[in-house]
């Protein structure tokens, strides 16, 4: 096969693990370096589609495509949740206020490879709850990658997440979860953010997959408005989400979409 029929390719089998690996890191990089960028961008008095164009410029400067545009028919380049949104915000006219706080999910196609990855953002000062379960849900992302390696399975990580945010009286949506990516936006295996240990799929090393937790503050209930994408919490209780692209190692795991400007989660400190 030519150079230009693999490029097209969506079969990881035409491609080396070498490629592979040096693919996924490139579109994790670029995915991180995206939500970098989008750090000093959140505040009081900008749009949502406001943020949403500077991810697609962003993209398209660095020869990459927002996946999500066209996604099933999703109106965005990125995904923008706000507040009691659990995900798949729609960008739209809605000005950010202070004490509001958003997810901004950031899926980019780079050479045919994926990163998906995505951060909670303050606007301005928020409160000490919606501060606290911003940090709860960071660690439940931690602790999740914390157990992946060679030989573990993907209820491992469910069980390592869920044990977490209930321990902290929060709770995990159960109908949005984790996925393989590669060539493809969303494979298998799926992600759960909850289940028990042993469980599940086994865990080898070369699988790329993301985690993707969602936790309340109130009650796990979500419902998915008329819009058919934005997904709420029902009590109307604050939600968050952080999402990594990773691959299994025999030891670990590889993050592809780490912050290189170590903005991974706020208080976002830039210099
Ligand atoms: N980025 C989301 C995920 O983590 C998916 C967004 S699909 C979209 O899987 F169409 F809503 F953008
Ligand atoms: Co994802
Ligand atoms: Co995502």
Redesign the pocket.
């Known amino acids: 096969m030519s150079t230009l029929d693999k490029s097209a390719s969506l079969n990881e089998e035409d491609f080396s693990q070498e490629e592979r690996l040096e693919g996924m890191r490139l579109a994790g990089r670029l995915t991180a370096e995206a939500l970098d960028m989008l750090v000093e961008h959140v505040k009081p008095g900008v749009r949502t589609k406001d943020l949403d164009r500077l991810a697609l410029e962003f993209a398209l400067d660095h020869g990459a495509i927002p996946a999500p545009l066209n996604y099933r028919g999703f109106k965005g380049s990125i995904?923008t949740s706000l507040n009691h949104v659990v995900c798949h915000g729609i960008p739209g006219s809605r000005v950010l206020k202070e004490g509001d706080t958003i997810n901004l999910?950031v899926?980019l196609i780079k050479d045919g490879w994926h990163g998906?990855?995505?951060r909670m953002y303050p606007v301005g000062e928020i409160s000490r709850k919606a501060e606290r379960l911003i940090d709860i849900t960071w660690e439940c992302l931690m602790r999740g990658i914390a157990v992946v390696r060679d030989g573990a399975t993907t209820g491992d990580i469910g069980h390592a997440i869920q044990s977490y945010a209930e321990s902290q009286n929060c709770s995990i949506v159960r109908e949005f979860c984790g996925h393989g990516l590669g060539r493809r936006f969303h494979t298998q295996p799926n992600i759960l953010h909850y289940g028990d240990p042993g469980t599940g799929t086994p865990l080898t090393t070369g699988m790329c997959f993301?985690i993707?937790p969602m936790v309340n503050l109130g009650r796990a209930d979500v419902k998915v408005l008329g819009d058919g994408w934005t997904a709420v919490t029902r009590d109307k209780s604050l939600s968050a989400q952080f999402?990594h692209s990773i691959m299994v190692t025999d030891s670990g795991c590889e993050i592809f979409t780490k912050s290189p400007k170590n903005l991974d989660k706020p208080p976002y400190v830039t210099l």
Do not use: F
């Open positions: 995904c999910d899926t998906d990855s995505s993301t993707e999402e």
